[in-house]
């Protein structure tokens, strides 16, 4: 049988054909070595059977390449007008296996989706990267794994671990819920336009039960507060969220003189569990 996505022109034709452009201002930069994209789309796992969500398609690299590799359903989130032409081209070639979604990823309701995804696969646009990971983090109940590209900086603040000047708020709430990876980078050349910095494609596993008990809101209200003033010793910077913080750290078996970046997320969670 041939293979419909085989007949596809190539990227740099379907740029020019629709007079697509990168945006600085929607986070753009193109991933157009198939190679490359297919690379990405083995990393989230086998595909067979599966439905991803991604998020950010542009001309549709990353979409041929995860139907290529067997993805049973694609939906494609795209708020660029300019894309969604070409994905439809993409979408004729392998009919009912590619739903487009023309909305800001931000905003959408990935509950509602349908068919509803198990995994997100993405090449996420630089400029909602973070934001889109802290609301993926409210909806893990949803998928079995994330496989996501960020700026190589932001990766490395993800996987981070107590001690480095990498380590945060991002560090902790991620790794309180998922078991966090980087797998591979990929260096600025490889996309249209080059960025000016590499980036790392990152995997995360959904853990069964965060890592340690605790309040998601009073977790995150604590680790905001410790990590706002991450140069401060805990029992200074606590004190916008606590009138007695020498005595909450005392309460969690913490010494007072930490500062936010020595405590590991276990015992972020236990201060969060002191202050119920």
């Given at each position: 049988?041939?293979?419909?996505?085989?007949?596809?022109?190539?990227?740099?034709?379907v740029l020019a054909q629709h007079e697509i452009r990168a945006t600085k201002t929607l986070g753009q930069n193109f991933l157009l070595d198939l190679n490359l994209t297919r690379k990405i789309a083995r990393a989230g796992g086998p595909l067979a059977g599966q439905t991803v969500l991604e998020i950010g398609?542009?001309?549709?690299?990353?979409?041929?390449?995860?139907?290529?590799?067997?993805?049973?359903?694609?939906?494609?989130?795209?708020?660029?007008?300019?894309?969604?032409?070409?994905?439809?081209?993409?979408?004729?070639?392998?009919?009912?296996?590619?739903?487009?979604?023309?909305?800001?990823?931000?905003?959408?309701?990935?509950?509602?989706?349908?068919?509803?995804?198990?995994?997100?696969?993405?090449?996420?646009?630089?400029?909602?990267?973070?934001?889109?990971?802290?609301?993926?983090?409210?909806?893990?109940?949803?998928?079995?794994?994330?496989?996501?590209m960020f700026q190589k900086e932001v990766a490395q603040r993800?996987?981070?671990?107590?001690?480095?000047?990498?380590?945060?708020?991002?560090?902790?709430?991620?790794?309180?819920?998922?078991?966090?990876?980087?797998?591979?980078?990929?260096?600025?050349?490889?996309?249209?336009?080059?960025?000016?910095?590499?980036?790392?494609?990152?995997?995360?596993?959904?853990?069964g039960v965060p890592l340690a008990p605790a309040d998601a809101d009073r977790l995150s209200a604590m680790v905001a507060a410790a990590f706002g003033q991450r140069r401060k010793m805990l029992r200074s910077s606590l004190r916008q969220i606590s009138s007695d913080p020498v005595g909450l750290l005392q309460a969690a078996g913490l010494e007072p003189t930490l500062r936010a970046e020595n405590l590991s997320v276990e015992q972020f969670c236990a201060l969060a569990r002191a202050a119920d």
């Open positions: 049988m041939a293979d419909p996505l085989a007949d596809l022109p190539p990227l740099r034709e398609p542009g001309p549709g690299g990353l979409t041929r390449a995860l139907l290529a590799e067997g993805a049973a359903h694609v939906v494609a989130v795209e708020r660029d007008r300019r894309c969604l032409a070409a994905l439809a081209e993409l979408a004729a070639a392998v009919p009912g296996r590619l739903t487009l979604v023309e909305a800001d990823a931000l905003e959408i309701d990935e509950y509602a989706l349908s068919p509803r995804p198990s995994r997100i696969i993405a090449n996420l646009p630089y400029n909602i990267s973070t934001p889109l990971l802290f609301k993926w983090l409210d909806q893990l109940d949803l998928y079995e794994s994330l496989t996501l993800i996987i981070a671990q107590p001690g480095g000047k990498a380590y945060g708020r991002l560090s902790v709430m991620v790794q309180w819920r998922c078991r966090a990876a980087a797998l591979f980078d990929l260096p600025p050349r490889a996309f249209t336009p080059a960025p000016k910095v590499t980036s790392t494609v990152i995997g995360l596993q959904p853990r």
